[in-house]
Nanobody, 123 residues
Framework: QVQLVESGGALVQPGGSLRLSCTAS????????MGWHRQAPGKQRELVAT???????TYAVFVAGRFTISRDNAKNTVYLQMNDLEPEDTAVYYC?????????????????WGQGTQVTVSS
């Protein structure tokens, strides 16, 4: 079982910054891509950013240079630095990771989600 625990969500004023963290724990052989998604009230969950184990990144168009994803492989942790936050960024932010693990003598792929952390941008 692989657990992802997010932290860093908060209430922040427009134009402010937040840094989200997500740490993976449990038994796994390798973590591959890690990423952040978000879900606003009444909307579908959407991709924010991803990062591979080698450090290659992808971003949603709406990030527009305001967010930066990074990871510390030694700590099994992914970060999302969010700057110049807008009210439209208000959402629950979820961490996601895929990788593989030993199960019953075989290597099995997994994809796990965290419980989410609330980000609210409001004056």
């Amino acid at each position: 079982q692989v657990q992802l625990v997010e932290s860093g969500g908060a209430l922040v004023q427009p134009g402010g910054s937040l840094r989200l963290s997500c740490t993976a724990s449990g038994t796994f052989r390798m973590l591959n891509a890690m990423g952040w998604h978000r879900q606003a009230p009444g909307k579908q969950r959407e991709l924010v950013a991803t990062i591979t184990s080698g450090g290659s990144t992808t971003y949603a168009v709406f990030v527009a240079g305001r967010f930066t994803i990074s990871r510390d492989n030694a700590k099994n942790t992914v970060y999302l630095q969010m700057n110049d936050l807008e009210p439209e960024d208000t959402a629950v932010y979820y961490c996601n990771a895929d990788g593989n693990q030993w199960l019953g003598g075989d290597v099995r792929n997994f994809n796990s989600w965290g419980q989410g952390t609330q980000v609210t941008v409001s004056s």
